[in-house]
């Protein structure tokens, strides 16, 4: 039975996980669906102390600038590596690897660094065999929002923020790595000189994997504001906006199912590991999109954590005119839109503790309280909200007292569920299910109020880290997609013909695999279905214009130049 390895090198921690297929074809009716078999995580703070983190990033004076060390992320592969191989699995059965890293943080090589990747030393830990290859010691990571300027002026080079958001799927944002890579020129040329290639942290991890620089993903390389999105090659516009000579530091851009090497010399010999496979990474959105199943346009996950995510497939590269949202590749090879709303749980639990309740008495109060909640609306922006944009923080209430409890915690459900179905319209699509995932998923009182908005069902996701999840499941799907060849002509519906991209050929969506099959049984959602009530859905379809004109009346004039960095 083969095992998929996927692993996530997010901001705080490296993650693996490891699922065992039985099925030789995906959705084979005789085979179990695929099982986690092991589960493992490395806190970059806790566990490598040593690096001076906190919560995975370098302090600064500059509360704006946030970098973490490249090396931090080499030593936890190789420890992660280490404690998989003395797991007591049999990792002989190890088919095929992939990964999932923060999006948007870039790693910086100089010349040295194609032949030191390709001899490394088994019998020495790998972070000692890199220092030396690095042309910036520190890599900038998507929490970093020190690039206003060079966000203007990549705007303005290309024709504007609206031209660049239509050609790469996002207006500048300051966390972007072509903002990041143009501050990096400008304040340090000669390192910028030194610079052979620039990775980002998931294309960084795959070639280390790999003994070789590795390319890029889409999915990850639409996080770059440099990536054409029609035709997912490098847009040499861009390019030209953002640094002198990048083109010829880029890695490649390949589909995002593509076998990009085997497992190199240093992994086998070092750790006992297999010459597995080692398919793209590609960056922790779209990996989650494949963790939470969202395969097909339609379907569309609202994760409720720390802050609100909408995200979702689109077939089409529908770009967000207001400027807030994202258009990321997907790695079924269509796309995914994105939004994110700070003012997620923070708000909720804000209303919960003014007026003294607990989860189950907020609840109550939502089961207590119609529907509409009797005219009232609220903006519950407490901090600086991303979506709409909102510079200045403030709570505003319309037809409701501070003071009523009930209504109050109504009115902070009502007005997050009406904001993310009002800021996802731009994607163009109609959601038919929702994935709901994150904390407060947990709460069904919120996801009746999710149904009842949207007007669709609602399911809750039962995984627990999806960007790591969808890595293991891409690699399963490229080994499958490789494993085919040439199908021949009666090979069933699943084992449709496949077209082998070329490197930054527009893929449209792949056919080949079944993406259904790949995440049916892990990736799906379980549990009750929560229905909309279609005397609710009415009342909503009423109350949403009443509230997009509230928050014209509150949202900031200007257009943003940057965004907040929250987590989403
Ligand atoms: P993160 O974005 O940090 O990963 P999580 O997805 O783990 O966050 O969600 C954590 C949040 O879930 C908590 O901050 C809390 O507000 C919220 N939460 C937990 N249980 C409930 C509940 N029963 N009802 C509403 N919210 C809840
Ligand atoms: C997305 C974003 C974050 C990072 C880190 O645009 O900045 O979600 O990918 O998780």
Same mark, same amino acid.
């Given at each position: 039975?083969?095992?998929?390895?996927?692993?996530?090198?997010?901001?705080?921690?490296l993650?693996?996980?490891?699922?065992?297929?039985?099925?030789?074809?995906?959705?084979?009716?005789?085979?179990?669906?695929?099982?986690?078999?092991?589960?493992?995580?490395i806190?970059?703070?806790?566990e490598l102390?040593g690096?001076?983190?906190?919560?995975?990033?370098?302090?600064?004076?500059?509360?704006?600038?946030?970098?973490?060390?490249p090396l931090m992320w080499v030593e936890a592969l190789d420890r992660m590596m280490s404690r998989l191989s003395a797991s007591?699995?049999?990792l002989s059965?190890l088919?095929?690897i992939?990964?999932?890293?923060?999006?948007?943080?870039?790693?910086?090589l100089?010349?040295h660094a194609a032949a030191r990747l390709a001899r490394l030393d088994a019998s020495r830990p790998l972070a000692g065999q890199l220092g030396g290859v690095l042309?910036?010691?520190?890599?900038?990571?998507?929490?970093?929002?020190?690039?206003?300027?060079?966000?203007?002026?990549?705007?303005?080079?290309?024709?504007?923020?609206?031209?660049?958001?239509?050609?790469?799927?996002?207006?500048?944002?300051?966390?972007?790595?072509?903002?990041?890579?143009?501050?990096?020129?400008?304040?340090?040329?000669?390192?910028?000189?030194?610079?052979?290639?620039?990775?980002?942290?998931?294309?960084f991890l795959a070639s280390l994997l790999v003994g070789a620089?590795?390319?890029?993903?889409?999915?990850?390389?639409?996080?770059?504001?440099?990536?054409?999105?029609?035709?997912?090659?490098?847009?040499?516009?861009?390019?030209?906006?953002?640094?002198?000579?990048?083109?010829?530091?880029?890695?490649?851009?390949?589909?995002?199912?593509?076998?990009?090497g085997r497992l190199a010399l240093y992994w086998r010999l070092r750790y006992g590991l297999p010459a597995a496979?080692v398919?793209?990474?590609?960056?922790?959105?779209?990996?989650?999109?494949?963790?939470?199943?969202?395969?097909?346009?339609?379907?569309?996950?609202?994760?409720?954590?720390?802050?609100?995510?909408?995200?979702?497939?689109?077939?089409?590269?529908?770009?967000?005119?207001?400027?807030?949202?994202?258009?990321?590749?997907?790695?079924?090879?269509?796309?995914?839109?994105?939004?994110?709303?700070?003012?997620?749980?923070?708000?909720?639990?804000?209303?919960?503790?003014?007026?003294?309740?607990?989860?189950?008495?907020?609840? #109550? +109060? $939502? &089961? !207590?309280?119609?529907?509409?909640?009797?005219?009232? %609306?609220?903006? *519950?922006?407490?901090?600086?909200?991303?979506?709409?944009?909102?510079?200045?923080?403030?709570?505003?209430?319309?037809?409701?007292?501070?003071?009523?409890?009930?209504?109050?915690?109504?009115?902070?459900?009502?007005?997050?569920?009406?904001?993310?179905?009002?800021?996802?319209?731009?994607?163009?699509?109609?959601?038919?299910?929702?994935?709901?995932?994150?904390?407060?998923?947990?709460?069904?009182?919120?996801?009746?109020?999710?149904?009842?908005?949207?007007?669709?069902?609602?399911?809750?996701?039962?995984?627990?880290?999806?960007?790591?999840?969808? #890595? +293991? $499941? &891409? !690699?399963?799907?490229?080994?499958?997609?490789?494993? %085919?060849?040439? *199908?021949?002509?009666?090979?069933?519906?699943?084992?449709?013909?496949?077209?082998?991209?070329?490197?930054?050929?527009?893929?449209?969506?792949?056919?080949?695999?079944?993406?259904?099959?790949?995440?049916?049984?892990?990736?799906?959602?379980?549990?009750?279905?929560?229905?909309?009530?279609?005397?609710?859905?009415?009342?909503?379809?009423?109350?949403?214009?009443?509230?997009?004109?509230?928050?014209?009346?509150?949202?900031?004039?200007?257009?943003?130049?940057?965004?907040?960095?929250?987590?989403?």
């Open positions: 039975m083969p095992l998929y390895l996927g692993l996530d090198s997010s901001t705080q921690s993650t693996a996980l490891l699922l065992e297929v039985d099925a030789p074809v995906p959705g084979d009716a005789s085979g179990r669906p695929p099982r986690v078999v092991f589960e493992d995580s806190s970059f703070d806790d102390p690096y001076g983190t906190r919560h995975g990033v370098l302090p600064a004076d500059d509360p704006a600038v946030a970098a973490s060390p007591g699995i049999d059965r088919a095929a992939s990964g999932s890293a923060q999006q948007h943080g870039s790693v910086y100089n010349g042309s910036r010691p520190v890599a900038p990571i998507w929490m970093d929002a020190s690039t206003s300027a060079e966000c203007r002026e990549i705007s303005a080079a290309v024709g504007g923020a609206e031209r660049l958001a239509q050609l790469t799927g996002s207006r500048a944002f300051e966390r972007f790595t072509g903002p990041q890579i143009r501050k990096f020129f400008k304040h340090e040329p000669d390192a910028w000189a030194a610079t052979d290639r620039v990775h980002l942290v998931s294309s620089h590795a390319p890029l993903d889409p999915g990850d390389a639409s996080g770059m504001n440099l990536m054409d999105l029609a035709t997912r090659r490098w847009l040499p516009e861009a390019l030209d906006a953002t640094a002198p000579g990048l083109a010829a530091k880029l890695p490649p851009i390949v589909p995002a199912k593509t076998p990009i496979r398919v793209v990474w590609s960056g922790d959105n779209p990996s989650s999109l494949i963790g939470s199943g969202l395969v097909r346009e339609g379907q569309v996950a609202v994760s409720l954590g720390t802050s609100d995510t909408v995200f979702g497939v689109m077939q089409a590269p529908r770009v967000d005119r207001s400027g807030t949202g994202h258009v990321f590749g997907a790695p079924t090879g269509d796309y995914m839109g994105l939004t994110c709303f700070r003012n997620g749980s923070l708000a909720r639990e804000r209303i919960r503790d003014q007026h003294g309740l607990d989860w189950e008495g907020f609840s #109550a +109060a $939502l &089961r !207590a309280t119609p529907p509409g909640n009797l005219g009232a %609306l609220m903006l *519950p922006w407490f901090e600086p909200e991303i979506t709409p944009h909102v510079a200045q923080p403030g709570v505003h209430r319309l037809g409701l007292d501070r003071s009523e409890a009930a209504r109050n915690v109504r009115a902070v459900v009502e007005a997050q569920m009406l904001a993310m179905a009002s800021h996802s319209r731009w994607m163009g699509v109609d959601f038919d299910a929702i994935h709901a995932t994150g904390g407060a998923a947990a709460n069904r009182d919120i996801l009746q109020i999710m149904a009842d908005v949207f007007g669709v069902a609602v399911r809750r996701l039962q995984v627990g880290n999806s960007a790591c999840l969808g #890595a +293991a $499941l &891409r !690699a399963y799907h490229a080994e499958m997609v490789a494993g %085919l060849g040439d *199908p021949p002509p009666d090979s069933g519906t699943h084992l449709a013909d496949h077209r082998q991209g070329e490197p930054g050929e527009r893929e449209g969506r792949y056919v080949g695999v079944d993406w259904d099959l790949i995440v049916q049984g892990i990736a799906e959602p379980t549990g009750e279905i929560v229905a909309p009530d279609p005397a609710a859905v009415e009342v909503y379809r009423d109350m949403a214009p009443r509230y997009a004109e509230l928050e014209r009346g509150y949202r900031s004039p200007d257009a943003p130049t940057g965004d907040f960095p929250a987590p989403c």
